[in-house]
Every structure is written in C-alpha cells, then in structure tokens.
C-alpha cells in the first residue's frame, strides 16, 4: 500500500498545484479589468513574468530558506518516493509567488518593470521564506516561543498571514514609496476618475481566483489521508459570507461584489480546519465589511493610491483572518480547538510587523538605487506602449 499511497499524495499535491497555478491567471484578469486600458498588457505580462523569476528564485534559494531542503542533488533522489518532495515545492512556489502578485495590484499604473522584477526575486527568496518557515516549519525557534509564552503555537492552515497579510502589507510598503498616479488626485482634495477598463474581465479574474481557491484550502492538507470536507465548507460559507456583505455595504457596485468573496476566502485560510461553518460565515462577512469600508477610506479620504485595494484586500483582511482562526476556532464557539488568541495576535503582528518593515527597506532601496516609478511622460502614455511597445487592441488603434 505505500507505493500507492505514495502516489496518491503525489497527485493529489500535484492537482493543488495547478489549481493554484491557475490562480495567478485570476490575479492577472483581475488586474486587468480594474486597471485603465492603456495599461492592461502591462498587467498580462506583469504576473507571468513575475511568477517566472519567482520560481527561479524560490527553487535556489526560497524553499531552502523555508524548509532546509536543496535540490541541488541527482535526479534520481529527487525521483524517489515518486518525486513528493518537488511536487510539494511547486504547490508551494504556487503560494509564495502569490505575494509579488499582490503586490502588483496595489502599484500598477505606474510601477517600472526591470525593478519589480528584482522585488519578486528578493521578496520569494528571502522576504516570504522566513515568515513562512517559521509559521509552517518551526524555523528559528519562534513557534516554541509563542507556545511558551501562550500555551499554543501560531495557527494558520492555508496562509491568511503568510501569504495575504506578508503580501498585502509589503504592498502597502511599496505603495506609499511608489507614490499616486499623476492626477489621480486634484489640488483641491477631489478624486479623478480612474474606472475599471473591463468589468467583466474584473470578474473573470474574480471568479478564476474563487474556484482555484479551494485548492489553495483543501490541498493545504499535503497529504490525502488528512484532506477535510471541513476546509472545503468552511472556505464556502466565508465566500458567501464576505460576497453578501460586501454587495449591501457596497450598495450593489460590481467591483466590491466581486471582491467580497475574495475577502472572505482570505480571512478563513487561517482557520478553515477549525472552524465550524457558522463561524466561518462571521469571518468572512466580517472581512466583506473591512474591504469595501477600507478601500473607501483608504481611496476617498486617506489618498492612499492602492489600485486594486491590496492593504484593505489582503493585509487587513489577512489580518483578521489570522486573529479570527483565534476566536472561531476555540471549541465554545463550535470550534476544534488547539488554537489560542494570544498565540493568534502575536503570529499576526509579527508577520504585519516583518512585511511592513522589509517592503519598506526593499522598495526603499530599490527607490534610492535604480527608481521605482515610470516617468510622467511613460505614465501618461500608459505602461502599455511604454514599456512592452503595443497596446492590447493594436488593429483598432492603428484604424482610429
């Protein structure tokens, strides 16, 4: 039976992987349908290229930072026991290539391509490495610590701070240091006009990200002996939960509804193993809630220029999905308990505290160095034809 089980969990890490794969092609769609159309080829081009230094990145030094482990070795040792161990590490590239992604999203418009680049490779191979090693790999003593000091380790099951608050805070980072888009902002405090270009691609990403999500979720599990239905419902309710809230806070605007469900699907990847349902509802409708109140103050009042709402998205929401795992999951709210509030804050803020302080150093650097932003000549021609030289209907620009 070991062969067999062997590969199964092979195959069934593996599936994980191309469902989260497919994500990033939600991220890109998603991009592009809230970004203006001069910059939408940018944002194509933009997530593939940055999952592909990622990868490099992540399998010479990122997985070794995280788990200890080099590949650097012949391919029949990598083969053995049917080649689980790579598979395991492209499920989780899948995951860490999730933090330059959301990154792009808060700075698009604006950002220059090489330097991005640079931050995917610095940000996969170090930055995202050592949170996730020692949330997920009792790395550097720190687990030990939190259990010393509360009486449980950090809890998160699929990643809402390792992944969402690390790369939604890191994006608030780059944000700041990036800048507004020209003329996003008047001098006398009103808001230009800057509409999605595509709505319905705004969905299409949305939905792509939904549904990969429960491959995010469930597959977390790594082996197929531990997969739970429990996870797959918990992710749903959430998703209910944040698209319903967000569409009545939102007052029925399209781009809060389809970004609901991926507040939602955030705040319970902590969580999903331990929560009953009812709780994972709260927790996503909670998180529903903090995204489209965010995103408003954050756009209408703070002037933060976040285009797609990444901070609120992913580092708040992330946040709190984090803290949730800590109140949902205790067994007298219904929960399978194992999980501690105590634990559950000092987790989250430190990994808020370790992405806010290292995105700062690295655009920051980036910014002093080699520059982070297009020219204002670049920008008002769009990234587009700035920096990739067509546009993404080149037959009807050439007509007009």
């Known amino acids: 039976m070991d062969p067999l089980k062997q590969g199964s969990d092979a195959l069934f890490i593996l599936l994980g992987a191309v469902m989260v794969l497919a994500m990033h092609a939600g991220f890109a769609f998603l991009e592009l349908g809230t970004v203006r159309k001069k910059n939408q080829v940018n944002a194509l081009v933009k997530i593939l290229a940055d999952f592909s230094v990622s990868t490099i990145a992540y399998f010479f030094v990122g997985y070794l930072v995280a788990y200890g482990t080099s590949f650097m070795i012949g391919a029949e040792a990598l083969a053995a026991k049917n080649g689980y161990e790579l598979v395991k590490f492209f499920f ?40 996730e090693g020692i949330a997920w790999n009792q790395r550097f003593g720190v687990q030990g610590w939190i259990k010393g000091v509360t009486g449980a380790e950090f809890h998160d099951f699929a990643g809402s701070v390792v992944v969402h608050a690390v790369g939604g805070w890191i994006g608030l980072a780059a944000v700041l240091l990036m800048g507004q888009r020209t003329n996003r902002y008047r001098k006398d405090g009103a808001m230009s006009a800057h509409p999605p270009s595509s709505i319905p691609f705004l969905a299409l990403g949305a939905w792509v990200l939904t549904v990969g999500w429960f491959g995010f979720n469930v597959m977390s599990a790594q082996t197929i002996d531990k997969i739970s239905g429990l996870v797959a419902v918990n992710s749903l309710m959430a998703m209910a939960g944040g698209t319903l809230v967000a569409v009545a806070l939102g007052r029925n605007d399209p781009g809060f509804a389809h970004n609901g469900p991926l507040a939602g699907l955030v705040a319970v990847c902590a969580g999903s193993d331990v929560m009953h349902p009812v709780g994972a509802l709260v927790t996503g409708g909670v998180a529903g809630a903090i995204f489209v109140v965010l995103f408003t103050l954050t756009q209408n009042r703070w002037k933060i220029d976040d285009v797609l ?7 708040l929401c992330g946040a709190w999905g984090g803290i949730a795992c800590g109140i949902f999951g205790l067994t007298g709210l219904g929960g399978l308990g194992g999980v501690n509030l105590g634990a559950q804050l000092i987790g989250t803020l430190m990994g808020v505290a370790w992405a806010l302080l290292t995105g700062a150093l690295l655009y920051g650097a980036l910014k002093a160095t080699v520059g982070l932003r297009l020219t204002a000549e670049q920008e008002h021609e769009g990234a587009d034809l700035s920096v990739h030289k067509i546009g993404a209907t080149p037959e009807r620009e050439a007509a007009w």
């Open 92 to 131: 989780l590239l899948t995951f860490a290539a999730a933090v330059p992604a959301i990154v792009s999203g808060g700075i698009a418009e604006r950002a220059r391509f090489g330097p991005q680049l640079v931050a995917s490779a610095v940000l996969v191979g170090v930055i995202y490495p050592v949170f």
């Open 309 to 315: 709402g990444v901070w609120p998205l992913h580092g």
